[in-house]
């Protein structure tokens, strides 16, 4: 079963830090496109942060460039968010997408395979 499942969500304080993981399993990901977004409560989800597998090229949005990191672990077919200076409005439900790559999309219909999602939280 091919499947994306995220994990380390929880309750941070403001300025603080979250790691994120999502476990990718059931197929060879090595060439695709994998990409984190995030809704918040009654409003769309968004674009966050995409990577390659293969290669390791990244693009962030600009609401997190600077403060989020997006990696990639071969070995444990896993991708990493790191989350740092979390403000207030970072709060919200991150989500781990795959799409067939190698180009980058900030359009999360363009995705295809998507984790049921982790929930973050940020008190000011």
């Known amino acids: 079963q091919v499947q994306l499942v995220e994990s380390g969500g929880g309750l941070v304080q403001a300025g603080g830090s979250l790691r994120l993981s999502c476990a990718a399993s059931g197929r060879t990901f090595s060439n695709y496109v994998m990409g984190w977004f995030r809704q918040a409560p009654g409003k769309e989800r968004e674009f966050v942060a995409t990577?390659?597998?293969?290669?390791?090229?990244?693009y962030y949005a600009d609401s997190v460039k600077g403060r989020f990191i997006i990696s990639r672990d071969n070995a444990k077919n896993t991708v990493i968010l790191q989350m740092n200076s979390l403000k207030p409005e970072d709060k919200a439900v991150y989500y781990c997408?795959?799409?067939?790559?190698?180009?980058?999309?900030?359009?999360?219909?363009?995705?295809?395979?998507w984790g049921q999602g982790t929930q973050v939280t940020v008190s000011s």
């Open positions: 997408a795959s799409r067939v790559g190698p180009g980058f999309t900030t359009t999360a219909e363009t995705y295809g395979l």
């Open positions: 990577i390659r597998w293969s290669g390791g090229s990244t």
